[in-house]
C-alpha cells in the first residue's frame, strides 16, 4: 500500500508542476479556454483522445466486456469507427469555422454560424451543458474516489475529496493549455497501463475461449447472421460513436490546433493511440474472465489484475493510469462547463461588458463551482459509472451532434431549427430511458434531433434564411 500511495504522490506532483508552469502562458480568455490556438499536431491529438478516455475506459468498458463476453466489443468498435469520422469530416471544418466566427464555445459558434440574435441558442446550450455535463463529471469524480480508495486505503467520500482538491489548483491555474500538456502525459501514461496490464496477464486464447463458454458468455462477434443480430450490431455501433459528433470536451480540441493543414497527423496519431487503448480495455475484461468466476465489482477488474500479477509500486503506475484517464476528462469536461456559464450566462445575461480577465476570472469561479456539485452528486453513486457516462454521453450527442453536422454542411437550417433540434435531442435523451426500449438512447435522440431541425427549418424558412459558408 506504501509503495502505491508512493506512486500516487509522484504522479500528482508531476500534473501540479505542469499545471504551474503552464500558468505563464494564461493571459486572456481565450488563451485559458482554447489555448491561443497554439497546440501542435501531437498536444491536439492527444488532447483529443485523454479528454474522451476517462475512468470509463479503464473500468466501464471492460466491466462490460467482462460480464457479457465479447459480442459487446462491437461497441468499442463502433467508438473507433465514428471518432475516424469526426478527425475526417468534422475537425478540419470546425477549426476554419470557428476562428473564422472568433468563437471559443459549442453555443457561440452556434449562434454565431446561424445569425441568432435573441441570445436563445447560447441559453439553452448552456441548460444542456450543465444538465449533461454535471452528470457526466461526477461519473468521473465516482471513478477517481473508487480507485484512490483502493490506493489509499481511505474512505470513498474522502478519497473522492482528496483526489479534486489535487486537480483543481492547476487547472485553475492553467486552463486549456495545461490540460493539453498533461494529457500528453497522462495519454501517454494511460497507454502504457492500458495495453501493458493485458500483455502481462495474458495466457493464451484457450483459457479465455474456455472461461467464456463455462460462464455462458459470448465468445463470438458473429454468433450467427440473424436479423435479429444483425439489429443488434447496428445499435451496438450506433448507441456510443454517434455521440462524438456532440461532445464538447473532444471536439474543442480540434479548435486550438495553430496550423490546421496539420490536422490529418493528428488524426493518424490520435486513431494509433486509441485502436491500442481499446483493445487493450476489450483484452483486459476477457482476461477477468478466465481469472475471476466471480466479481463483487465488475468495474475493478482491471485494478484487481494489477493487483494480483505486479510489483506494489509498479501497480500503483499502472493505476496512476486509471487516474490519467479519468483526470482527463474531468478536467477537460469541468473547462468546458466553466467556459459555457461565463460566456454564455455570466457575460451574456449579467456583465455584457465584461473584460476578457474579468471573463477569465469569472471561469475560474465557476471551475470551482462545477467541481463541488459534481463532487455532492458523486458522494451518492446512484448508479454505476457505465450507465452515467452513457447517459450524459447521449444526451450531450443527441443535443449537439446533428446540430454540429448541420451548421458545417447544410444550406438551409435557421435559428429556428438550430434551437428546436438542441431541445428536442436534449429531452428525448433524458426521457427516452424511462420507456425502456431495446433502441439505444443516442440512436433515437440523433434521429429525432435531426427531424425537428429540417421541419421546424422548412416552416419558418420564410422567416429567416442564411447560407452557410464553406471553410474547405
Known amino acids: 500500500m506504501t509503495a502505491q500511495v508512493g506512486s500516487a504522490i509522484l504522479y500528482f506532483a508531476i500534473l501540479i508542476t505542469i499545471g504551474f508552469l503552464a500558468q505563464k502562458r494564461m493571459h486572456t480568455a481565450k488563451d485559458f479556454l482554447i489555448g491561443g490556438r497554439s497546440l501542435n499536431f501531437w498536444l491536439t491529438?492527444?488532447?483529443?483522445?485523454?479528454?474522451?478516455?476517462?475512468?470509463?475506459?479503464?473500468?466501464?468498458?471492460?466491466?462490460?466486456?467482462?460480464?457479457?463476453?465479447?459480442?459487446?466489443?462491437?461497441?468499442?468498435?463502433?467508438?473507433?469507427?465514428?471518432?475516424?469520422?469526426?478527425?475526417q469530416i468534422v475537425a478540419p471544418r470546425v477549426r476554419l469555422a470557428t476562428e473564422k466566427y472568433n468563437s471559443m464555445t459549442f453555443s457561440s459558434f452556434f449562434e454565431s454560424r446561424f445569425a441568432d440574435t435573441s441570445g436563445i441558442i447560447r441559453i439553452?446550450?448552456?441548460?444542456?451543458?450543465?444538465?449533461?455535463?454535471?452528470?457526466?463529471?461526477?461519473?468521473?469524480?465516482?471513478?477517481m474516489g473508487i480507485l484512490l480508495q483502493s490506493i489509499l486505503g481511505l474512505s470513498y467520500q474522502l478519497s473522492t475529496l482528496i483526489g479534486l482538491c489535487l486537480i483543481i489548483p492547476y487547472l485553475f491555474a492553467g486552463g486549456y493549455l495545461t490540460l493539453a500538456w498533461t494529457d500528453l502525459f497522462q495519454a501517454l501514461l494511460l497507454l502504457i497501463a492500458i495495453v501493458s496490464v493485458p500483455l502481462i496477464a495474458f495466457k493464451g486464447w484457450a483459457p479465455i475461449q474456455n472461461a467464456l463458454v463455462a460462464q455462458n458468455l459470448s465468445d463470438k462477434l458473429f454468433p450467427d447472421f440473424s436479423g435479429y443480430t444483425l439489429l443488434a450490431i447496428f445499435f451496438a455501433l450506433t448507441s456510443w460513436g454517434l455521440g462524438y459528433f456532440g461532445q464538447p470536451h473532444i471536439v474543442t480540441k480540434f479548435m486550438g490546433i495553430s496550423n490546421p493543414k496539420h490536422l490529418p497527423?493528428?488524426?493518424?496519431?490520435?486513431?494509433?493511440?486509441?485502436?491500442?487503448?481499446?483493445?487493450?480495455?476489450?483484452?483486459?475484461?476477457?482476461?477477468?474472465?478466465?481469472?475471476?468466476?466471480?466479481?463483487?465489482?465488475?468495474?475493478?477488474?482491471?485494478?484487481?489484475?494489477?493487483?494480483?500479477?505486479?510489483?506494489?509500486?509498479?501497480?500503483?503506475?499502472?493505476?496512476?493510469?486509471?487516474?490519467?484517464?479519468?483526470?482527463?476528462?474531468?478536467?477537460?469536461?469541468?473547462?468546458?462547463?466553466?467556459?459555457?456559464?461565463?460566456?454564455?450566462?455570466?457575460?451574456?445575461?449579467?456583465?455584457?461588458?465584461?473584460?476578457?480577465?474579468?471573463?477569465?476570472?469569472?471561469?475560474?469561479?465557476?471551475?470551482?463551482?462545477?467541481?463541488?456539485?459534481?463532487?455532492?452528486?458523486?458522494?451518492?453513486?446512484?448508479?454505476?459509472?457505465?450507465?452515467l457516462v452513457f447517459f450524459a454521453w447521449s444526451g450531450l450527442g443527441a443535443s449537439f451532434g446533428p446540430l454540429m453536422i448541420a451548421a458545417l454542411f447544410a444550406r438551409k437550417v435557421n435559428k429556428y431549427g438550430a434551437f428546436a433540434a438542441i431541445l428536442t435531442g436534449g429531452i428525448t435523451a433524458a426521457l427516452w430511458p424511462l420507456a425502456k426500449s431495446q433502441v439505444?438512447?443516442?440512436?433515437?435522440?440523433?434521429?429525432?434531433?435531426?427531424?425537428?431541425?429540417?421541419?421546424?427549418s422548412k416552416l419558418t424558412r420564410r422567416w429567416h434564411t442564411h447560407e452557410v459558408v464553406h471553410f474547405d
Not at 65 to 82: C, E, N, Q, R
Not at 440 to 456: Q, R
Request: charged residues 10%; positive net charge; glycine residues 6%.
Open 440 to 456: 439505444p438512447t443516442l440512436l433515437i435522440g440523433f434521429i429525432l434531433s435531426f427531424i425537428a431541425m429540417w421541419i421546424v
Open 265 to 387: 497527423k493528428a488524426k493518424y496519431v490520435g486513431m494509433t493511440w486509441q485502436i491500442l487503448t481499446f483493445a487493450g480495455a476489450v483484452l483486459i475484461g476477457l482476461e477477468g474472465v478466465s481469472y475471476f468466476k466471480h466479481l463483487q465489482d465488475p468495474e475493478t477488474v482491471f485494478i484487481r489484475i494489477a493487483d494480483l500479477l505486479m510489483h506494489p509500486f509498479v501497480a500503483g503506475l499502472m493505476l496512476c493510469g486509471v487516474l490519467a484517464a479519468t483526470i482527463s476528462t474531468i478536467n477537460s469536461q469541468i473547462l468546458v462547463l466553466a467556459s459555457s456559464l461565463s460566456e454564455d450566462v455570466y457575460k451574456r445575461i449579467w456583465r455584457k461588458n465584461a473584460s476578457s480577465k474579468e471573463i477569465l476570472w469569472a471561469s475560474r469561479v465557476f471551475i470551482v463551482f462545477a467541481s463541488i456539485l459534481a463532487y455532492t452528486i458523486a458522494v451518492f453513486r446512484i448508479s454505476t459509472i457505465y450507465e
Open 124 to 143: 439553452v446550450s448552456a441548460i444542456m451543458l450543465f444538465g449533461f455535463y454535471t452528470i457526466y463529471i461526477s461519473a468521473g469524480v465516482v471513478g
Open 45 to 87: 491529438a492527444f488532447a483529443a483522445h485523454a479528454s474522451d478516455a476517462s475512468s470509463w475506459l479503464f473500468l466501464g468498458l471492460p466491466a462490460m466486456i467482462f460480464t457479457k463476453g465479447v459480442f459487446s466489443s462491437w461497441m468499442a468498435i463502433g467508438l473507433v469507427f465514428f471518432m475516424f469520422l469526426n478527425w
